[in-house]
């Protein structure tokens, strides 16, 4: 699923959304052949994403959680098994708003992966510095520890389900884009962190940008061979937006 080397457009929606506007999305939704997209809505969507969805192979529909347990006595959590039902191709695991908001640790992220690979499930795993750790030098620091703390820990993790998507907290829905230099650098980063903690196959994982990516801005970090591709909070919700970052990465990859 991440392994075919092309740029990767996904949208992340949050609790966003209503009913007319997700049908209207994907009535505007532009698909392009040289790239794959992606959209993660709120978990009642993926039912009516069945039908609505673009059926082909390089349009994924993803989950942006899933509970650290497979079934049982977890009121209000939604298991691997029905999100899977539902045609998720992915789930977003340890984004950072899960992280800082309801507590999630490296423990119950490794929980999450481990589902995520025994149903073949892909995995985007969201990893990235604050403010305060990048303005005392801590970049490689804090990548390393959420990247090593978790993922040599998963059992059997395969490399066509992984990807990780590097999101500076400080520049989620704040309109602040780490700049390309910046990213570059911790993409760079993150891949000899790979390097170094993983199997050499996965040395193709995708690494993905997420941080206040827009039509503005997504060609000048797009065209960078080290950034696979972006997630995309608040400019996934305008189909157009979607639309022109996707068709910028098109144009890159053609
Ligand atoms: C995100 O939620 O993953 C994200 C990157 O949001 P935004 O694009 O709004 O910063």
Redesign the pocket.
Known sequence: MFLNQKKIILG?W?MNQNLDQVRSFFEELETFGDISQGICPQAPYLSILENIRPKIGNFLVGSQNISSEASGAFTGETSIQTLSDFSSNFT?VG???RRQLFHENDELLIKKINLSMEHGVGVVF?IGETLEQRESNRVNEVLSAQLTNVLPKVQNLKPELTCI?Y?PVW?????KTATAKQAVEAHRMVKSIISNSLPAKFSKTPILY?????PSNAQELLENPEISGA??????LKASDFNEISRIAANIQA
């Open positions: 992340n949050k977003l984004h950072s708003e969201c998507a999101e520049a989620i829905g704040t309109g997420g941080g206040s990516v827009k997630l995309i909070g608040g400019a996934s």
